[in-house]
Structure formats: C-alpha cells, structure tokens
C-alpha cells in the first residue's frame, strides 16, 4: 500500500473513531424519543380504556338511580288512583303470611325495584297547578320541603314547560288530568349521594391505578425499547463503517484501472469497471449522508442564498446530460428568489432530481424545471424547486413510497440506468431538514416532484 493510500485509510479511521462519540449521544437521544412515544402510547391506550370503563360503570349506576325513582313516581302516580300508598299501618295478616305476600305486595312487584318497604321509606310531595295557578300543595310526606318551596319549585318548572327530570336531589314526573297538572317529586338525597360517592371513589381508585401503570410503564419501557434501539444502531453503525470500508477498496480498484488503461489502452471494460466504481461510490456517499442525517450531524451551513443563482448553476450541467439521454431539459427559474439554506445541499436537491429526470424521463420528452415563490405560509416566505417530466407509465400504488430508500418501481429498468432507489430519500432528508417538504404527484403519464423550503 502507497504512503498517500495508507493516509488516507487512517484518516477515514481517525473520522469514524471521532464519529463514534456522536453515534453513540445521537443513539441514546433516539433512545429516550422512543420511550416517550412508548410511555404516552400506553399511557393513552390505558387512559381511554379506564375512561370508558369508569363512564360506563357510572352511567349504568345513574340509569339505575333514575329508573328507581321511576318506579317510585309510577308507584306514588298508581296511588292516585285507589292503589295503596302505605300512610297506614297495616296489621299483620292472621295467615301468618310476610307482607310482601299481601296483595298490596303482589301491587307493589308490578313496579320494578320496588318492594314491601319501599311505601314506608319513599319521601315525596306533589303540587297541582290549575289554569297556571297552583291550586293545591301535599307535603305531608316530607320534611325537608315547605309548602312555600315546593310550590315556588313546580311554578318555576311549570314556567319553563318542563314535565320531568331533576331539580335539585327531586326527580320529577307531571300527571295531567283536564286542565290540572300535577307535579309529583320523589326524594333522591340518598341515592344521588351514593352515586356522587362512588363516582368519586371509582375516579380516585383510578387515578391511582394509572400512576402504577405509568410507574410499571416507565420502569419497563428500557427494556421494551432497548432490542429496536440496538438494532438501529447496530444498523447505522453497519451503513457508516461499511461504506468508509468500501471507500478504500473502490480507490484502489480504480487506480489500478488508470494503470491498466496506460498500459493496455482504454475499452469497454475499463470504461465500465470506472462507471462501476464511480457508481459505488456515489451510493456509499448517499448512505453515509442519510446515516448522519438520521444521527442529526448532516452539517448543514445555514446561510442567505441566492436561490435563484444556486439552482441555475446546479442545473446548467444536466442540460448537455439531458441531451445525451434523448431528452432536452427546460429550465423556469424565478429571478431574485432568496432562501436560508446550505448551497451544496440545494444543489445537491437539484442535481439528485434532473438526474433522476433525465435517467426515467419518456424518450423525446421535455424536462421542466421551475423555481417559483409561493404565498407566504406562516408568516415565513416560502419557496418551490418543482421537476416535471413525462414518463412511459406512472408506477402503480402509493407514488410516495418513491422516496423510500431503495424502492425502485421498475427493478429491470433502474438497473439499466444505473438507478440505486437512494438519491429521493436524499432530496427528501434533506428538505425536511431545511424545514420543508418534498412530494410527489402524478397525473396521465407526468410526474412531479415538488420540493418546498
């Protein structure tokens, strides 16, 4: 090995040793973003979970609340009309039968969730209104409520038309008869007490029970998200050390076919083995990008730019390209456009889109460039790199996957080309790394990929 071959293989070594220390920070930072969206993934899922669980729970328990009451209007309603209420004590049946065996009893099942003593410990009052007016009052079943209150109550509602519901701890119901209206209220202190206190209670046992889960969660959640974060290093640390291995080998591989064509004279193959190595080395250049730029150590200089100047300059070269490949490329650049972004990136954009244009592009087609500005968007001024081009056949499917890496719609023909499936995933990692977007859409047989920044 020459003397400039050995330094540069230990200054490839010195690079990757230094990067080694960003990996790792970069790998622990990706380490603590997974556990998050672990934590407030789980976390939601039990959250709903108990939130439907703790609503249904209780509304079953109101529902019950309300049907009880129900039943106990419907009985006190019934009464109205010789059915007994149970104001008298009644003396024991000389059967020696229970009182739920009493035909005031058998009465009573017809209403549900009543029973014998449901007569005896059933507070009401009732209030008739006649022509608007209250007519008569009967609070002789309760102590809590006035004759005052309980008409002042029923006026009120009787005002807003209402005829059944709750006021207050009174579940109410209206019988009408002719032109009186009577307003029945049956007592729920109790009930609605034992609600409230459940509904309480059942919210505080869960609130508890989602801070032990968050607290298992969290304990486990390293142990969850350690094998996926392992395996992403282990994969960013592949894509980096391969490709700086593979560097060497290429240059050498190409020094020597310099020589070999001194010696024997230029060919095919050698021409090809040169296209070859220029091709690797393109691709393991773009995957050692894409590696940093997940790692987030890209290194792009942020700078006022001449937009306009950078993308005429980038794509200048590919008109004489665009030639060679039976096509013509058209260029539509704004005067004056200026953007916050690194030059060699924007250039890069370019040069990855129109070769990407001019290798897949109809043959006798227009290649069309255009560099516009658009309508403000956020109070920031934005910017549009837009490449349009003819083609034999959309790919079929979702035309975003174009920009995963190494998807290629059409195996054969990419590799006639020289295409890797890497260079979209670049444009994309990199306007999204100047805080833009790149897409993609198709309409008849063009396609278009819009870059914003």
Not at 44 to 65: D, E, P, R
Not at 298 to 307: E, K, P, V, Y
Not at 335 to 359: F, I, K, P, S, Y
């Amino acid at each position: 090995m020459s003397a400039s071959a050995w330094c540069k293989r230990m200054t490839e070594w010195f690079h990757a040793a230094s990067s080694s220390t960003g990996r790792a920070n970069s790998v622990d930072a990706l380490g603590r973003r997974l556990r998050r969206k672990f934590i407030l993934v789980a976390m939601g899922a039990v959250t709903v979970v108990l939130t439907l669980i703790i609503a249904g729970i209780n509304i079953v328990n109101y529902s019950h609340v309300c049907k009880m009451a129900d039943a106990r209007l419907d009985y006190i309603l019934a009464g109205k009309d010789g059915i007994d209420w149970g104001d008298e004590p009644k003396a024991e049946p000389a059967n020696g039968k229970d009182a739920g065996d009493s035909q005031a009893g058998v009465r009573i099942r017809h209403f549900e969730g009543m029973t014998a003593e449901s007569p005896f410990d059933t507070r009401y009052f009732t209030v008739t209104i006649d022509a608007g007016q209250v007519a008569d009052v009967n609070t002789a079943r309760i102590a809590a409520v006035g004759a005052k209150r309980a008409a002042s109550i029923a006026a009120r509602l009787h005002a807003k038309g209402w005829t059944s519901g709750f006021s207050g701890n009174y579940r109410y119901t209206t019988d009408v008869q002719d032109d009186e209206i009577t307003y029945v209220f049956v007592d729920c202190s109790r009930e609605l007490a034992s609600f409230h206190s459940f509904l309480s209670a059942s919210v505080t046992i869960s609130c508890i029970g989602w801070l032990a889960v968050l607290a298992i969660v969290a304990g486990a959640s390293g142990a969850v998200i350690r094998p996926m974060v392992e395996s992403y290093s282990k994969q960013k640390r592949f894509i980096t050390d391969a490709s700086h291995e593979i560097k060497t080998p290429l240059a050498v591989i190409d020094a020597a076919n310099e020589v070999q064509e001194i010696e024997s004279g230029e060919s095919e193959w050698t021409q090809s083995i040169h296209e070859q190595v220029a091709r690797l080395t393109a691709l393991t250049e773009r995957l050692v990008f894409l590696a940093r730029m997940d790692e987030g150590s890209a290194g792009f200089t942020m700078t006022s730019i001449d937009l306009s100047e950078a993308v005429d300059k980038a794509a200048a070269p590919f008109e004489s390209v665009a030639v060679s490949r039976g096509k013509r490329l058209s260029t539509s650049i704004a005067c004056g456009v200026r953007a916050h972004a690194d030059a060699a990136a924007v250039a890069q954009v370019v040069e990855l889109l129109l070769d990407n244009a001019t290798r897949y592009a109809s043959e006798g087609s227009v290649i069309e460039l255009i560099l516009r500005a658009v309508s403000r968007v956020q109070g920031k001024g934005a910017t549009e790199l837009v490449v349009s081009n003819a083609v034999d056949e959309l790919p079929e499917g979702d035309l975003d996957r174009l920009f995963d890496r190494f998807y290629r719609a059409d195996v054969s023909r990419s590799s006639k080309t020289g295409g890797s499936g890497v260079g979209l995933s670049v444009v994309r990692a990199i306007a999204e790394a100047h805080g833009g977007s790149a897409s993609v859409c198709g309409h008849g047989n063009q396609i278009t990929f819009t870059v914003r920044l």
